[in-house]
């Protein structure tokens, strides 16, 4: 999903797709623009564009950026990664994506919101801990729990 987009408005990106012949189609959220230099989640747009009957990815490194913040590039704050993960996880995705490396202040580009390589394994345990509970005993979150 475009940073600028509804999540909503995915379904005539998934149409196009599909009318392209495409029909291996992964939805993502990456955060909507907040102002200058800001980016925000909102996790209402998971079960909104599952709804739309896509899987739903969350590219957790994209989320926490700050398009521009650093004046001639982007900046971010990676310290925000882990838990906005945890939240994506709780209400249910079907894949996660981040950028890693082994030392992000040296990194080329995006530098600022990636997660450093030596903090995966704790970051995986988590994210599959939380994974388990949701799909074993509660379920994704969906927009029809109130049965109205």
């Known amino acids: 999903k475009a940073q600028f987009m509804a999540p909503e408005d ?4 998934a149409n196009k797709c599909r009318e392209a012949g495409n029909e291996q189609i992964i939805l993502c959220e990456r955060g909507t623009a907040f102002g200058y230099h ?20 969350f590219d957790a490194t994209h989320s926490v950026q700050k398009p521009g913040g650093q004046g001639d590039s982007s900046g971010g704050d990676r310290a925000y990664v882990l838990p906005l ?15 890693v490396h082994p030392d992000p202040d040296v990194a080329k580009c995006d530098g600022p ?14 994210t599959a801990e939380i994974d388990k509970i949701v799909k074993e005993k509660i379920g994704f979150a969906s927009l029809d729990w109130t049965g109205e």
């Open 38 to 57: 800001e980016l925000s989640v909102d996790f209402r747009s998971i079960p909104v564009m599952r709804g739309l009957g896509y899987p739903v990815m």
């Open 85 to 99: 993960i945890r939240a994506a996880v709780a209400v249910g995705i079907d894949a996660l994506f981040m950028e």
């Open 10 to 13: 995915m379904r005539s990106v």
């Open 113 to 126: 919101n990636m997660v450093p390589l030596r903090n995966m394994g704790e970051v995986l345990r988590q």
